[in-house]
């Protein structure tokens, strides 16, 4: 079955800047009367929501590689099942902050877990879906960690890792754009805000315009 919606996600390493322009995309697309959803990775469902918990928790630190990647994916699969398939079907544009790029830039960069067996593990949990088109937000990794501490909130279990891993998962995405150019978009997440916002815009409407989704 092709699905009659739009699959958008939202990446980059934290920090990046992604989480506000899923919130601009999804309200520009709502002013334009386009039926859409935003949603995240880990999580989404009351399921993946726990997940993401035992996932981020910093008191988890004994977590071993391989189930933390198993841990991401068994998220996904019920997100997948649960919501997202769903709202492509019925003709709606989903907006994911975070998906599969995350769990090969992470688990396949950042901790040097074997490519293709996480590729593998993933396309099981996703039954294959992949989204249709990925925003990537690219940054000096110093600049994101700035920003992370500016938050004022204590890191989380990831986010508590080494600069050189940060560093490792910065690589992964540009080379997943590189190995993906019509799928992937990788933008400089210093550029201001509104200037990102405006890219991706014209982007979405390109993209609208390809599936034939109505918009304003
Ligand atoms: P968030 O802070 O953007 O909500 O993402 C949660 C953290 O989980 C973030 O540090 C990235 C990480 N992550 C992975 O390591 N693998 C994955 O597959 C996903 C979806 C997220």
Known sequence: ?????????????????KSTQVARAVES????????????????TRIAEKIRSLLLSPDNDAMVDRCEVLLYLAARAQHVEEKILPALADGVVVVCDRFQEA?????????????QAVQQC???????????????????????HTRLHNMD?????????????FKRVRQGYQDLVRSNPQR????????PIDELSLNIISKLDFLLEQKRIAHA
């Open 122 to 144: 993933n396309s099981f949990a996703t039954a294959g879906i992949t989204p249709d088109h990925t925003f990537v937000f690219d940054i000096n990794i110093d600049i994101a």
């Open 103 to 115: 769990t090969f830039a992470y688990q396949g960069w950042g901790r040097g877990m074997n490519l």
């Open 153 to 165: 909130k204590s890191p989380d279990r990831l986010e508590g890792n080494s600069r050189s891993f």
């Open 29 to 44: 697309l709502q002013r334009r009367g386009v039926a859409c959803m935003a949603t995240r990775e880990p999580g989404g």
């Open 184 to 191: 992937m978009t990788l933008l400089d997440g210093g550029r």
């Open 1 to 17: 079955m092709i699905p009659k919606g739009l699959f958008l996600t939202f990446e980059g390493v934290d920090g990046c800047g």
